[in-house]
């Protein structure tokens, strides 16, 4: 893993009502590294994501994505290429999982095609492909909202991967599922990467899911990054200079 595929430097946002989200971040990734960013509600993690991604246009600094800086990239490529997962799933109720999946697909499907949800059989062989590998390709034909949350953010995965991204960003994609759920997406993230080699970068609350599937982490407090290293020295001074004196860390069994 020592080829870098994203640098970040002195990322600023600053939103239109003057709350500055991220005040000067800087950090590499690994190509193959399973990053995941940690700090309080607020701190700057979902805005971070949308910024590598460009769902949020950063107010200044340098994002370095394989090589490019993401300005000069179309925003319909850099998100194809940068697969998203979100906390909500947002996938369309009323459609099958197989419709939902191939929703990943637009970035590669013409304008008019994608209106009359034209997908080719490679589309759908690859849709079914990774269905499979989140196991849940049998649900593929019943409609999204008869699923559990837990199978709704597998869909959510398998949508992102057939866009064949080289980047998966995952912003606190078990935050509403119960703690026996939680495992078993985060097994599936891990899989993803550890299989296919593609690199994630993920928003996560708890600590013990970050020792578990973190190979490093960065943590953000007010828009600034205050650590970056491995999970595992993450001490208890670490965690109150990252999360306050007065919390309290709750564990994932």
Known sequence: MSEHILKVKNLVKTYP?????????SF??????????????????????RCLNRLHEPSRGDIQFM????????IRNLRTKMGMIFQHFNL?????????VLMGRLGYTSTFKSLFGFFSQSDKDQAMKYLKLVGIQ???YIRADQLSGGQQQRVAIAR????????????????SLDPATCHIVMDYLKKVNEELGITIICNLHFLSLVRQYATRVIALKNGELVYEGDPKNI??????????ESAKEVHIN
């Open 92 to 100: 369309i109720a009323r459609h099958t999982v197989l419709s939902n």
């Open 138 to 140: 049998e649900k593929a």
């Open 17 to 25: 009502n003057g709350v500055q989200a991220l005040k000067g971040i």
């Open 67 to 74: 090589g490019s800086s993401t300005k000069t990239e179309s």
């Open 235 to 244: 001490d208890e001074a670490w965690f109150e200079k990252i999360y306050g």
């Open 28 to 49: 590499d990734v690994k190509k193959g590294e399973f990053l995941v960013v940690i700090g309080l509600s607020g701190s700057g993690k979902s805005t971070l994501l």
């Open 160 to 175: 992102a991967l057939v866009q064949n991204p080289q980047i998966l960003l995952a912003d606190e994609p078990v935050a």
